[in-house]
């Protein structure tokens, strides 16, 4: 009888303790959250109306390419850059009024997670993690952005500990 009232004291006890545990972070549930962000699309937006954005487009072969073609005359009611059929895969969706305004989004490159470098904890329920990232399908618009390709920058990224004991990228919901 005294092992079952000991037994029906400290079961609840124990209950209560496994289900209130909250589970350590680990490298699987940084990658599980950074893919929820990774692989992403870089852009550019050219403006196709701006005579300095035609300066630019002659330092790059994208003409030669084939993927514009620049109007040369200094009329301003209409943009100086046109994109080619053979830069349309290329071509992102462009919000109308930009679009007015002769605004083109351009695909640059896309970005994805490479490997987690490090977890750390940085408070209750809270850790930090740094990780690289790797570029791929460059495309020749890669010219016309500010974009340093660099596979061995490091980025971080915060996470917490939600109330349930799952975790989140800081600043998401």
């Known amino acids: 009888m005294k092992i079952k009232s000991i037994w029906s004291l400290l079961l609840p006890s124990l209950l209560v303790v496994a289900c209130t545990s909250k589970k350590e ?3 699987t549930d940084a990658e599980k959250l950074l893919r929820t962000v990774f692989p992403k699309e870089l852009t550019e937006t050219i403006a196709a109306g701006d005579p300095a954005t035609r300066i630019k487009i002659d330092e790059t072969s994208l003409e030669k390419e084939g993927l514009v ?11 100086f850059i046109f994109f080619t059929s053979k830069a349309g895969k290329f071509l992102m969706k462009t919000k109308p ?3 007015k305004q002769y605004f083109q989004e351009v695909l640059v490159a896309r970005q994805d997670l490479n490997r987690i470098i490090n977890i750390q904890k940085t408070g209750e329920g809270t850790v930090s993690t740094t990780y690289t990232v790797k570029y791929t399908d460059l495309t020749p618009f890669v010219q016309m952005a500010n974009l ?12 917490v500990q939600k109330p349930d004991g799952t975790w989140m990228i800081e600043g998401s919901r």
């Open 25 to 27: 972070f680990s490298a």
């Open 69 to 79: 073609t620049v109007r040369r005359s200094n009329n301003i009611d209409s943009p």
């Open 97 to 99: 009024e930009l679009e």
């Open 148 to 159: 340093t390709i660099d596979s061995t920058k490091i980025f971080t990224a915060n996470f």
